[in-house]
């Protein structure tokens, strides 16, 4: 960064950015650690930060005009500190959900396309597809591999065995 100061932001924002960032840095190590691990390392590296965050949020409330827009962004964080600390008590859990919303977006953007699918039985369709891709995703396969695999197999599929053609159920 070539600013000292992230290029005009206060000091005390500029320090709480360079708290998170280490948060990055240091969570970033443990990606590739499996679970056990990972906690384990999380509570020891990653803990002591958040503590030290919090204790400078803290002493940011007692300085600052309760309407300032650095207090609003103190605020929302402290009353969301419980979940935050989630992190040291499971590994499942990220520093952020920047992974769900990137897995969420095709919908976010299909959501304005479903209103000129032409009717609601259409936008229903186009869900399930997506909902049948997603789960191929989700589950490795590929989906043109899989779509060929249905569509060669569903008319010889009994009825009350339709599930086996699932994403999820694909042979490869």
């Known amino acids: 960064m ?5 290029c005009g932001l206060s000091k005390e924002a500029t320090v709480v950015l360079q708290i998170i960032a280490e948060l990055y ?3 970033g190590k443990s990606k590739s650690l499996e679970p056990p691990e990972k906690l384990e390392y999380r509570q020891q ?8 965050l919090e204790s400078y949020l803290l002493n940011l ?10 207090m ?4 929302y964080t402290l009353n969301q500190w419980s979940e935050i600390l989630r992190i040291i008590d499971d590994s499942r859990y990220h520093l952020d959900n920047n992974s769900i919303e990137r897995e969420i977006r095709p919908i976010a953007v299909g959501r304005k396309n479903y209103l000129f699918a032409g009717s609601h039985d259409a936008a229903k369709r186009a ?11 989700l ?3 590929n989906p043109y591999d899989w779509l060929k695999s249905v569509f060669q ?10 599930s086996k053609l699932l994403p999820q159920n694909f042979n490869r």
Do not use: W
């Not at 590296?45 to 030290?52: A, I, Q, S």
């Not at 007692?62 to 309407?67: F, G, I, S």
């Open 2 to 6: 070539g600013c000292t100061n992230l």
């Open 72 to 75: 609003k962004a103190v605020n």
């Open 139 to 141: 589950h490795k396969v």
């Open 127 to 137: 869900a399930v597809i997506y909902s049948l891709f997603g789960t191929a995703k």
């Open 45 to 52: 590296f990653l803990k002591p930060v958040l503590l030290r």
């Open 153 to 162: 197999n569903m008319r010889s599929c009994p009825v009350n065995q339709v």
């Open 25 to 27: 840095r240091l969570d």
């Open 61 to 70: 409330k007692e300085r600052q005009l309760p309407r300032s827009q650095i």
